[in-house]
């Protein structure tokens, strides 16, 4: 393999993992923002009788939003020392939008318990 198709097969190589990243970033941050609204809204109509019944208290509920919280102020400040311009930092940020993925998956995973909790029988 001569040196062209060499650098011309590493430069696709990393868009496509790059890309996939960003996709299943993108994907558990839609979820998450849904989920938010979902146990924010929960958390809201909780006192109300009927309006969404829960075997959690209105404790749990907070504490999973500060959580989420938390976890949204550690990305936007990860995304705002981002610089696209440089390689090395390029790799870190690849690690980080992995951890965030991950935690944010978690976080999906447990506001999901909680609100199928929510749903009446």
Not at 49 to 61: A, D, H, L
């Amino acid at each position: 393999m001569d040196t062209n198709s060499f650098q011309s097969h590493r430069l696709h190589a990393k868009p496509v993992k790059s890309q996939t990243l960003i996709a299943h970033w993108a994907e558990s941050l839609a979820t998450f923002t849904s989920n938010y609204h979902k146990v924010l809204a929960c958390l809201h109509h909780q006192p109300s009788v009927g309006e969404c019944p829960s075997k959690y208290s209105q404790e749990t509920f907070e504490a999973l939003l500060m959580k989420m919280q938390t976890e949204v102020q550690l990305l936007n400040q990860d995304i705002d020392n981002f610089d696209p311009f440089t390689a090395e930092p390029n790799q870190c940020f690849h690690k980080k939008l992995a951890t965030h993925t991950r935690y944010l998956t978690r976080l999906n995973q447990r506001a999901f318990l909680l609100l199928v909790d929510q749903s009446p029988n």
